[in-house]
Nanobody, 116 residues
Framework: QVQLVESGGGLVQPGGSLRLSCAAP????????MGWYRQAPGKPRELVAV???????NYGDSVKGRFTISRDNAKNTVSLQMNGLKPEDTAVYYC??????????WGQGTQVTVSS
């Protein structure tokens, strides 16, 4: 059973910052991409950011310029630095790992709440 280990969620005021991290210690297959998705109540899950093994990055339109994704290929970890947080960023954030076979693995989710 592959498990992704997420950390870093919490409560922050508007304009504040948080850093999410995700480790994939049990994945022995080659990782094609690692990323973050989020889901707010009553809304579908949406892409936040993804980074490939070749360091190509893709961001959701609503987070461009505020969030930065990075990864450590040697440690199978991915991080998301979130700056300038807004109330509309409030959601459960899920780590995602895609291996070259096409399989996807998901974390359990971590809550991010932006509120004054």
């Amino acid at each position: 059973q592959v498990q992704l280990v997420e950390s870093g969620g919490g409560l922050v005021q508007p304009g504040g910052s948080l850093r999410l991290s995700c480790a994939a210690p049990g994945i022995i297959f080659s990782i094609r991409a690692m990323g973050w998705y989020r889901q707010a109540p009553g809304k579908p899950r949406e892409l936040v950011a993804v980074i490939t093994s070749g360091e190509s990055r893709n961001y959701g339109d609503s987070v461009k310029g505020r969030f930065t994704i990075s990864r450590d290929n040697a440690k199978n970890t991915v991080s998301l630095q979130m700056n300038g947080l807004k109330p509309e960023d409030t959601a459960v954030y899920y780590c995602n790992v895609e291996v070259f076979s096409g399989l996807h693995y998901w974390g359990q989710g971590t809550q991010v709440t932006v509120s004054s």
